[in-house]
């Protein structure tokens, strides 16, 4: 099984620790230096997120495969604002003069809030997740079928649909821990993403999406999503975490944001909030931002030098973690460090590993 190495282009070069800095919402800058830093760094694709308030992610990543020739991007997606048909094409032309590079990154959203401002208002997540669902199974059929074709669902109608443009490869990711997203995972996920939690956690999460998708006679892969702290030794390291997370709690402190008490709307939130406030933690497993933010998003690290998070990421890895998407808290200047440290060194493990597998095997 090889590995491959997701990185992160936001939109400039801020994070969690950086408080109200003032900066361009979208800095090219950052973007282009961002693009390049990381395919040189050995990145096999970088997300480009999505937000209700951010700028737009196909565009940004249509200008980032423009600056790079082997990058891969992962396009996060929100169904339910475009219709499908065109959506379909959109990734499919995105696909093509990237040349192959771009995989989609199915966000359904969980917030009501956020999705209230793009005009989804009073949705449940149950029927998202079914608009997901049947959204899916549009751009499938767009990117699939070799005559026009009728739709007629509960949320979408299409008559003599038909693209053609196709993608030459573009995975599906996608996420979601509740009931109703594991069901969609299993028949519709490429890639099925996880945020950073305990071996068991992923383990436990591996088996149940596994079975969804045997269902559907389907074998995704799995991407874990983590924020590496790395630093010479060990105790650099942790000083560094507590630092980072004293530092997300003073500013959200200024900014009069909550620091506990909170009642994230997901599923795969809570329980890493109950992760954290347990205290369970695997040897290199760190909830110190997790807590302070409602662990909002990707918001678990692993600490340690590049070694020890090396082999913590392998432990991933034995149980069925093929894709790692890594950002730090210095967007860029964490992003050139695991390019230098610590993606060649996991990927000279696996590959030590796997020759063992072989050897053992014959």
Do not use: C
């Amino acid at each position: 099984m090889t590995v491959k190495f997701i990185g992160y282009i936001g939109f400039n070069d801020t994070s969690e620790i950086h408080g109200a800095v003032r900066t361009r919402v979208l800095d090219r800058e950052y973007v282009d230096a961002a693009a390049r830093e990381q395919e040189k760094g050995g990145f096999d694709r970088v997300l480009i997120p999505f937000g209700s308030a951010s700028p737009e992610s196909q565009i940004v990543a249509a200008h980032a495969a423009a600056i790079t020739s082997k990058l891969g991007f992962l396009v996060a997606h929100r169904p339910g604002f475009t219709q499908p048909t065109l959506a379909a094409r959109q990734l499919a032309t995105l696909d093509q003069l990237s040349g192959g590079r771009v995989a989609v990154h199915i966000i359904t959203g969980g917030a009501d809030e956020e999705m209230a401002r793009d005009g989804d208002v009073g949705t449940t997540k149950a029927e998202r997740y079914a608009r997901t669902d049947e959204y899916l199974d549009i751009l499938q059929r767009e990117w699939n079928s070799a005559q026009p074709f009728d739709h007629s669902g509960r949320f979408y109608q299409a008559r003599g649909a038909f693209a053609a443009i196709k993608p030459d490869n573009l995975p599906v990711f996608f996420g979601g821990s509740s009931p109703e997203a594991i069901e969609v995972a299993g028949r519709h996920a490429d890639v099925y993403a996880l945020w950073g939690e305990t071996l068991e956690q992923v383990g436990e999460a591996v088996r149940t999406v596994r079975h969804a998708a045997a269902q559907h006679n389907r074998n995704p892969g799995f991407s874990l999503s983590l924020r590496p702290v790395i630093a010479d030794t060990e105790e650099a390291a942790w000083k560094k975490a507590d630092a980072i997370a004293e530092q997300v709690r003073a500013n959200r402190e200024a900014a009069g944001l909550p620091t506990s008490g909170h009642r994230p709307p997901n599923a795969g939130s809570l329980r890493l909030l109950e992760t954290a406030a347990s205290g369970r933690r695997d040897s290199r497993l760190w909830t110190g931002v997790a807590a302070l933010t409602g662990a909002a998003g990707n918001s678990t690290g692993l600490v340690g030098t590049p070694e020890q998070v090396a082999e913590a990421l392998l432990e991933y890895y034995d149980i069925g973690i093929d894709h790692f998407l890594i950002r730090g808290f210095e967007p860029l200047a964490d992003a050139i460090d695991y390019g230098r440290e610590l993606i060649p060194l996991v990927r000279e493990k696996v590959a030590e590993r796997d020759e063992r597998k072989v050897a053992l095997a014959g």
